[in-house]
Nanobody
Framework: VQLQASGGGAVEAGGSLTLSCKAS????????VAWFRQAPGKDREFIAS????????FYVDSVKGRFTVSRDNVQMTAWLQMNVLKPEDTAVYYC??????????????????WGKGTQVTVSS
């Protein structure tokens, strides 16, 4: 499956952005979707995921209550709505399709695919 992430940009602290992840190729409902981010000089960080059905979501503590992940299987698109952005949210954001992912963001079975990242910059 091919993934195309978009929607990044520069915002001030407290602002909002919505990232999109458009899938093509394979059956979208075969895959859960996760969002990762990588800040300069840091490892890639798992931040949120959504089950293929859209009925279950997971967020790490640093984004819980501020970020919302959603998907539309007909449009083959997932979104990451980011509110109350903070300077520490500055990173390149990646969408990720997977068959089975654990709550640390580790693929534990099957296959996975990455989209190219989109830059989010939050100024104070």
């Amino acid at each position: 499956v091919q993934l195309q992430a978009s929607g990044g940009g520069a915002v001030e602290a407290g602002g909002s952005l919505t990232l999109s992840c458009k899938a093509s190729g394979r059956t979208f409902t075969n895959y859960g979707v996760a969002w990762f981010r990588q800040a300069p000089g840091k490892d890639r960080e798992f931040i949120a995921s959504i089950h293929w059905s859209g009925t279950r979501t997971f967020y790490v503590d640093s984004v819980k209550g501020r970020f919302t992940v959603s998907r539309d299987n007909v449009q083959m698109t997932a979104w990451l709505q980011m509110n109350v952005l903070k300077p520490e949210d500055t990173a390149v954001y990646y969408c990720h399709a997977h068959t089975v992912l654990d709550y640390s963001g580790t693929l534990i079975d099957g296959e996975d695919y990455w989209g190219k990242g989109t830059q989010v910059t939050v100024s104070s």
